[in-house]
């Protein structure tokens, strides 16, 4: 069974741009969360998807969004890059039951880089 | 908002030593995840633990489930240089539904032959 699939691997932005990341679960699985992970921070939630909705968001500015198709592939965009958004954004699925506790399964990740 | 701290942020052994690294949840949680990233790559899921108290073993690695439900601890006994990464621990957020895991900010292992 192939893996969580995240593109494009590296990417280099200037600030004020925007970007979108893309990812593809594992079949069968319905939901898909992204994560942010700095040295600083560590993991952060950013936000989680389940049958094109979006169950749950973390804590960060109405810059970053993200949509979900009826195929389960995710998508996540940044508008207005930041420095300070430069980080490794990872994309994972999950079976997802109701309490939360299917465990994830991690892409590759993103890395971002804000110049 | 509930926090997930881990202790040490990094420990350095020599090969063949045991390591452990120690995790607490500011709230109940209704399960505990354990994850590892070696350098440069992404998280992988180790195991899970439900129940208050719950003991679970992969060969050299050892994990526990405090009784309240609040703390876990990870061991490794005679660790090899393949254990090298990063161990996080991770709770479902206190909405408890449908909410985001919360990572702790991990343990670095470091490990000299």
């Known amino acids: 069974k192939a893996g969580v699939t995240q593109t494009p691997r590296y990417l280099i932005k200037t600030r004020g741009q925007q970007v979108t990341l893309s990812c593809s679960p594992i079949?069968?699985?319905?939901?898909v969360s992204w994560y942010q992970q700095t040295p600083g921070q560590g993991l952060q939630f950013l936000f989680e998807?389940?049958?094109?909705?979006?169950?749950n968001k973390g804590n960060f500015p109405g810059r970053f969004s993200g949509r979900q198709f009826s195929n389960s592939r995710s998508e996540m965009n940044v508008s207005t890059l930041e420095l300070g958004d430069s980080a490794l954004y990872l994309c994972?699925?999950?079976?997802?039951?109701?309490?939360?506790?299917?465990?994830?399964?991690f892409g590759n990740g993103t890395r971002l880089t804000v110049t | 908002g509930q926090q997930v701290m881990q202790i040490p942020q990094y420990q350095h052994v020599q090969e063949g030593e045991d390591f452990t690294t120690y995790c607490n949840s500011s709230?109940?949680?209704?399960?505990i995840q354990w994850y590892k990233q070696r350098p440069g790559g992404h998280p992988v899921f180790l195991i899970q633990?439900?129940?208050?108290?719950e003991v679970k073993k992969q060969k050299r690695l050892t994990f526990q489930f405090g009784e309240a439900k609040k703390n876990s601890s990870l061991h490794i006994t005679a660790t090899q240089t393949t254990d090298v990464g990063t161990y996080f621990c991770?709770?479902?957020?206190?909405?408890?539904?449908?909410?985001?895991?919360?990572f702790g900010k991990g343990t670095h292992l470091i490990i000299q032959p």
């Open positions: 633990l439900v129940k208050s108290g």
């Open positions: 994972a699925s999950s079976l997802r039951g109701r309490r939360g506790d299917s465990p994830l399964h």
């Open positions: 709230t109940t949680l209704s399960n």
């Open positions: 991770a709770g479902p957020s206190s909405g408890g539904g449908a909410d985001g895991l919360t």
């Open positions: 079949s069968g699985h319905r939901s």
């Open positions: 998807y389940f049958s094109e909705t979006q169950r």
